[in-house]
């Protein structure tokens, strides 16, 4: 006589198998889906404190942001002023993930072109723009001691 509950119980843990590593997933997911969601809530409420562009002193300063929680959007930058303008921005350094889809240049010279932090921020790299924004405005808080 043949036992046909062998090929329903090898169906029934392939099932079991798929559910548990699908549950697994799901539970990872959600976690990290939490820490990120965390950084960028942090990061889209970043402010830039209004720096006065008018009364910044000549030189070369250095400004850091290591920004979020994570401190994924850390970076360096060294902002020059000459005759009291902004003139140049230049990134050091950068450990943020997101660096190598930033345009900065762009963003830099939206800066020196405006005399302001008060720019269009690169289009799907608003929160990495952010942090870069903040490093030149730590450069620059030192410019208007």
Not at 71 to 76: I, L, S
Not at 121 to 138: H, R
Request: one cysteine or more.
């Amino acid at each position: 006589m043949k036992d046909n509950n062998k090929p329903k119980r090898k169906g029934a843990g392939c099932l079991i198998v798929v559910m548990v590593i699908f549950v697994v997933l799901a539970v990872g997911g959600g976690i990290g889906w939490s820490f990120i969601s965390k950084e960028h809530n942090e990061a889209a409420n970043v402010t830039l404190d209004a720096i006065d562009f008018g009364g910044l002193n000549d030189g070369k300063y250095h400004g850091v942001y290591e920004g979020g929680m994570y401190k994924w959007r850390v970076n360096e930058c060294d902002v020059t002023v000459k005759d009291g303008k902004v003139v140049d921005i230049q990134l050091v350094g950068s450990q943020d993930p997101g660096a190598e889809n930033t345009e900065y240049e762009i963003l830099y010279d939206r800066v020196t072109k405006a005399q302001s932090l008060n720019v269009d921020t690169i289009s799907g790299a608003t929160l990495t723009s952010k942090a870069y924004l903040k490093a030149v405005e730590n450069a620059l808080l030192q410019a208007s001691q």
